[in-house]
């Protein structure tokens, strides 16, 4: 039997369960047992609440391959101290006919009723202990809550701590005063950024849309303190956002920069901008995703204006321009650029000899090489990409936009990996006939389903600085359901 070992500690400190101690007992275990350890995989630092683990993502990818027979870890704890997850992960290798094997716990088959009760009290006095801990931490921080204490992270925009104390920043509060008087006076979130250029946020950022929602929304500009306001996560896991009844309120708690009528009338106006938005029509951009800005690299993104007279207009514009004023790229507008890629990929699929592309594209694919270093490199920057989109929602930086983005780097991720893992696994070359089938497909899909031709056959739209735009139109391997 040929085994792989896990081990995970939650902290970085050495003892007895730390994962030089894990992997010594699996070591042994195995010898013992005339197993062939083949690869460690292992987790430091890292909770058992979930299994968003590099280590422990990493042998799943692995197991799915077939490239061991079973895994050993140390106890059922290491494996994961969620009862949902571990029953999960041991469903997951009895189905892929992967053996999981404890040094110290009698692990038998998962579907025999009474090992899964052994197992499900064992995973779940972990996970209670696990709850016992949180439980007991978040009441030490609440308590300091109440208190009125900085609890940690960067303070807002406009305060400085001392002593764990807010102190206004005198060179920062003006500027809160003219956003909240800005916008209190009927001004566009375009208008204020405009007069803010040139000065930054705490982190040192060009001031954004998102940003300046972000403080017209705090009511720690009127001195007033709050903890845990929502609830984004528990157990580590994403929880929606959702309000909190356990939220810490205190009046008077903070020195007041704003005026309390004009907070006020900035968020009788905020109240006022939702719900219009959320009565308006949902339009759709058919190339959402798609056009990248040449000046600064940003996507754009689809947007509506509504004139005086109630006339809307679709427009793509830069993410960048739009968020923060920082690009001067044109916007595009959405009909004409829609019109455009539709009618021109209807002529070229009409026109061109399918018969010639396919051998294009299988000389292209078939004689290139097996190196998948870019593949890997542009999964590590969605992977960037997306921590970094998560940490904005868990500050409470969320824009309309930024979901539709992270699903769209979450659905091209899956796209690579599945390349890589295609790629990897076998050397079977592109197939004339297929590319072939693929584009008659296409060509009938344009008819019936033009958004879904569109993602199938165009790779990237380059919204140029002069105003023009470049439409690179190619075939997506393995798109449309294997076909390619």
């Known amino acids: 039997m040929n085994a792989v ?6 902290t970085d400190k050495q003892t007895d369960n730390s994962i ?11 010898s013992k047992n005339n ?7 292992s987790d430091e630092a890292c909770t058992g609440t979930n299994t968003d683990r590099a280590g422990f993502q990493n042998m799943l990818s692995d197991a799915e391959k077939h490239k061991f027979d079973a895994v050993v870890i140390y106890d059922i704890s290491r494996g994961s101290r969620d009862v949902v997850d571990w029953l999960s992960f041991r469903k997951e290798m009895a189905a892929l006919n992967i053996n999981v094997i404890s040094c110290t716990q009698n692990l038998g088959d998962i579907y025999d009723p009474n090992n899964f009760l052994t197992e499900l009290i064992s995973v779940g006095l972990g996970q209670h202990a696990v709850l016992d801990t949180r439980k007991k931490s978040i009441a030490g921080v609440a308590a300091k809550a109440k208190e009125g204490v900085f609890l940690g992270g960067i303070p807002p925009f406009g305060y400085d701590i001392k002593d764990g104390k807010y102190i206004i920043n005198e060179s920062e509060a003006p500027v809160v005063r003219q956003i909240f008087e ?15 250029k040139g000065k930054s946020t705490k982190r040192g950022n060009p001031f954004a ?3 300046i929602k972000a403080i017209l929304e705090n009511e720690r500009y009127i001195g007033v303190y709050t903890w845990n306001k929502k609830i984004f996560k528990q157990m580590r ?19 007041p920069i704003i005026d309390k009528e004009v907070f006020n009338v900035c968020q009788e106006r905020l109240r006022n901008n939702k719900r219009n938005g959320s009565y308006g029509a949902k339009r759709e951009y058919l190339l959402s995703g798609l056009i990248e800005c040449t000046e600064c690299g940003s996507i754009y993104v689809g947007h509506t204006s509504t004139n005086k007279k109630g006339y809307s207009t679709r427009y793509y514009a830069c993410g960048a321009k739009y968020r923060s004023k920082t690009c001067n790229a044109k916007n595009i507008n959405a009909d004409m650029i829609e019109t455009f890629v539709i009618s021109h990929l209807k002529e070229y699929l009409a026109t061109a000899d399918f018969e010639e592309i396919a051998t294009q594209i299988c000389l292209q694919v078939n004689n290139a090489s097996k190196d998948l270093s870019k593949e890997k490199n542009e999964i590590a920057e969605i992977d960037r990409k997306i921590r970094n989109a998560m940490k904005a929602f868990m500050d409470g930086i969320v824009f309309p936009e930024m979901q539709e983005e992270v699903d769209r780097l979450r659905i091209r991720k899956s796209e690579l990996e599945d390349i890589v893992a295609r790629r990897s696994a076998t050397n ?6 297929r590319v072939v089938k693929f584009l008659n497909y296409a060509l009938n899909l344009i008819e019936q389903d033009p958004k879904q031709a569109v993602k199938a ?10 105003g023009s735009f470049t439409v690179n139109v190619g075939v997506h391997l393995d798109s449309c359901g294997g076909r390619i």
């Open 5 to 10: 070992g896990y081990a995970r500690y939650s």
């Open 20 to 30: 030089a101690y894990q992997l010594n007992a699996i070591t042994q275990y195995c």
């Open 35 to 41: 197993i062939t350890l083949t690869q460690f995989y």
């Open 182 to 196: 800005m916008y209190a006076s009927d001004n566009s979130y375009d208008k204020i950024l405009t007069a803010l």
């Open 209 to 211: 849309k998102t940003s």
């Open 237 to 255: 896991k994403w929880a929606g956002g959702k309000p909190n009844p356990n939220i810490v309120r205190i009046e008077n708690c903070i020195p």
């Open 428 to 433: 079977a070359p592109v197939k004339k006939d």
């Open 457 to 466: 056959l165009i790779t990237k739209i380059y919204a140029n600085t002069d």
